[in-house]
């Protein structure tokens, strides 16, 4: 079976003076953009069957704006790793989504998301905020992505 990974920067933040990193929140571009990659998603058949993020502000407002504009139903996961966790804790976290899920969205920040794509896909790719990169795999579980070499689909923008 093949499983799907969308692998997506939050989109562009706020950067006030004295607001500590976790609580930033999104620019009217980010607002923006996260709707539009999120109708983008639905528009090319890539609903997302789990989504999870960051407990980041940014992320956690990405997801939610995401969610809206694709038609995901389901509940958002907060992830704790996916802000400032590695590679290693992000995978652990993805080979525990059930066998009913062929494709997660996992919304988080740079530079873990471009290592994972890296260490996935064996391809360096540079995520732009709001940005999806699709790495995907011939595996029966999620648990064997990490012994299965993942293939890059796409790398998309809402920029282009």
């Not at 709707?35 to 960051?54: E, K």
């Not at 579980?141 to 890059?152: D, F, N, P, V, Y």
């Amino acid at each position: 079976m093949t499983r799907q990974l969308l692998l997506m920067r939050h989109a562009k933040s706020r950067r006030d003076e004295g607001v500590a990193d976790e609580a930033r929140g999104l620019t009217k571009r980010g607002k923006d953009d996260a709707r539009a990659m999120g109708a983008w998603l639905a528009d090319g058949g890539l609903v997302p069957d789990a989504l999870l993020t960051s407990p980041a502000k940014r992320a956690r407002s990405t997801a939610r704006r995401v969610a809206e504009a694709c038609g995901y139903k389901g509940v958002v996961a907060v992830v704790p790793d996916l802000y400032m966790g590695d590679a290693d804790a992000c995978i652990a976290a993805f080979s525990q989504l059930p066998p009913s899920v062929g494709r997660a969205l996992v919304i988080g920040h740079n530079p873990l998301l471009e290592e994972l794509v890296l260490f996935l896909s064996a391809r360096s790719v540079h995520l732009p905020t709001a940005t999806v990169a699709c790495v995907s795999f011939d595996v029966a579980t999620w648990e064997g992505i990490c012994s299965s070499e993942g293939e890059l689909r796409f790398v998309k923008s809402p920029r282009g």
